[in-house]
């Protein structure tokens, strides 16, 4: 009456829904159902973004049992606790996962994966919460908030964000959001502010109310990372969108409800062999400036897709063939050209929002770009450049994009700098600094992960510019754990650029905001709510497009 006895097919859980574990086969590893229903709730949470829910791979690799089991076990596991330097996590020396859980994690992997089900509109319906109606809601702004200066904070393991003024670093609320929320997008007005999590569950937050609050919830899958608002003139605040990974598909929502309208799915062909997928997932959503449309990237069939939101019943989309696994990307200065990362094709598409073209497909010379929305500098030499850096190694391109004052420099990486180390995964700047921050977060070393690289932008015309390294996380006086230093996010000014120290969840982490002319510390946010602070959102540019 041994484990093996113990597993039996049943149900388990991915995110919420129910889901049926497939079958043992000849030769499979030992797990009892109770394990495999943790395991599967740790892939959900911790691997299935890179890896895919089906384990067909993008940033991370694929994990299909013919590969899995050609691994074997203990090359597994060994993977799993020490991690990469091309981006994988060391799950458990870093204290992620106990070795027990590494152990199991190996032996899931070499079992097929779980398909969890469908979630199409009455299943929308039904998730759908319309908690404050528009009519009750205030008619003017009835705090003294100053909205545009606030920060959106993840709190990535408390399923939770905080709202953190940008002047004075007050927290002005905490608000229950999905599990592990993503990224915060704020609708074109910069009154409503739309946070996704992990498990799909989107939170639409009203920023003029007494005390903000959610007014609106939907949940429009079972696994999620992209929500953007309408943003072209005459649409502000007028639809919502949010791309799902799992089922693999994105939803036009009513602006000031969250109402479902359309759902439309990315299942489909691969843009070059024209062979089948079966989950093409949506990574990063934009709003144009030019035209009513959203810009959808599609990873596994590397389509970026032009969706128009003029007439959402007589849907047009404009289809581009680009690059596979899309992954995140952001405006140019002019925000006509939108460049996003193929990742783990180790190239940037370049989209002309303005034609709704495809202008350019390049290399980055670099191992997995990770721009995040990148970063936009002024180029003492090449003009208007875009910055992304890389996961798997310390390399980060500059690329030019301005076509028409340097037409020879355009859609080029003009100039690759040396930043701290691999496991890099976001730039930042600002149009009145002097700076490009580089992160390093997933980088196994803690001295690298525990700090920030800073090129000055007047110095990039040395033969290899050096960087200055900020030590944030010494900086935030945290002892225990090895805490990440992760995504510089800029106050409404531009003056001030706060960094996240992202320890494990019981452990004290912290918010460090470094002075942006003196490169100097400015103040440490601690409190004993912002448990595994990530990303930060400022409103304002983050409406308007600003970094
Ligand atoms: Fe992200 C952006 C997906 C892991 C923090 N992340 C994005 C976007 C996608 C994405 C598709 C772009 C959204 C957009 O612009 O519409 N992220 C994924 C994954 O699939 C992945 C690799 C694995 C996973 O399991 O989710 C992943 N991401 C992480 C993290 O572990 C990070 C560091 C911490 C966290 O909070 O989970 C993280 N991702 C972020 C942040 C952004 C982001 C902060 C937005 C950056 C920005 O400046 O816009």
Redesign the pocket.
């Known amino acids: 009456d041994g484990p093996a006895a113990a597993y039996e097919p049943s149900m388990t859980t991915l995110g919420q829904l129910q889901v049926e574990i497939p079958g043992r086969k000849e030769g499979d590893p030992v797990m009892t159902a109770d394990e495999y229903q943790k395991a599967n709730q740790i892939y959900f949470?911790?691997?299935?973004?890179?890896h895919g829910v089906l384990r067909k791979g993008?940033?991370?690799k694929p994990l299909t049992t013919d590969i899995t089991r050609e691994n074997g076990f203990e090359y597994l596991r060994d993977f799993i606790n020490y991690g990469s330097p091309a981006g994988m996590p060391n799950w458990g020396t870093s204290g992620d996962m106990t070795e027990e859980e590494v152990h199991m994690m190996a032996r899931y992997i070499l079992l097929d994966p779980a398909a969890p089900p469908e979630f199409g509109m009455p299943e929308m319906r039904e998730s759908w919460n319309l908690i404050v109606a528009p009519e009750d809601r205030p008619k003017e702004k009835m705090n003294d908030i100053d909205i545009d200066n606030l920060m959106s904070v993840?709190l990535?393991d408390s399923g939770q964000i905080a709202l953190i003024d940008g002047a004075t670093y007050e927290i002005h609320g905490i608000i229950d959001t999905g599990y592990?929320?993503?990224?915060s997008?704020i609708s074109a007005s910069g009154r409503y502010l739309f946070v996704i999590g992990?498990d799909a569950l989107v939170n639409m937050i009203d920023l003029w109310m007494e005390t903000p609050a959610t007014v609106a919830q939907i949940k429009v899958g079972s696994e999620a990372?992209?929500?953007?608002t309408s943003k072209f003139e005459g649409y502000e605040d007028k639809y919502a969108i949010a791309?799902s990974?799992w089922p693999p598909q994105y939803v036009i929502m009513d602006g000031d409800t969250l109402e479902p309208l359309k759902i439309k799915s990315t299942r489909g062909m691969i843009y070059d062999e024209q062979t089948f997928h079966p989950e093409p997932?949506?990574?990063?959503?934009?709003a144009s400036h030019y035209k009513p449309e959203f810009i959808v990237?599609v990873?596994e069939t590397g389509k970026i897709l032009m969706v128009d939101y003029s007439d959402i019943k007589n849907l047009k989309v404009t289809e581009i063939e680009a690059e596979r696994f899309l992954?995140?990307?952001?405006f140019d200065s002019s925000k006509r050209y939108f460049l996003t990362a193929a990742n783990a094709r180790g190239k940037v598409a370049v989209i002309d929002t303005k034609e709704s073209a495809l202008t350019a497909i390049l290399e980055t010379d670099g191992e997995t770009p990770h721009p995040?929305?990148g970063a936009n500098l002024n180029h003492p030499t090449f003009g208007p450049v875009w910055a992304t850096s890389h996961l798997g190694d310390e390399t980060v391109a500059l690329i030019g994009t301005d076509p028409e004052g340097h037409p020879d420099q355009a859609w080029k990486v003009v100039q690759q700098l040396y930043a701290l180390g691999g496991g890099s995964?976001?730039v930042?700047s600002h149009p009145d600094s002097n700076h490009l921050y580089v992160d390093a977060?997933?980088n196994p070393d803690a001295e690298t992960s525990g700090s920030i690289a800073v090129f000055k932008v007047d110095e990039l015309t040395a033969e290899e510019p050096e960087y200055i390294t900020l030590p944030i996380v010494e900086w935030a006086e945290i002892a225990e754990g090895q805490p990440r230093v992760?995504?510089g996010?800029f106050n409404k000014e531009g003056t001030e650029i706060w960094f996240s120290v992202?320890n494990a969840k019981d452990l004290e982490s912290a918010i460090v905001v470094v002075d942006d002319k003196t490169l100097e510390l400015k103040h440490v946010i601690k409190d004993e709510r912002l448990i595994?602070p990530?990303?930060?959102?400022n409103v304002y540019n983050?409406r308007s497009d600003v970094?």
């Open positions: 949470e911790r691997c299935a973004g890179c993008a940033t991370g993840t990535r592990a929320v993503h990224i997008r992990r990372r992209s929500i953007e791309g990974y997932r949506v990574a990063a959503i934009v990237n990873k992954h995140d990307g952001g995040g929305r995964l976001f930042k977060p997933l992760v995504q996010e992202w595994t990530t990303g930060k959102f983050t970094y």
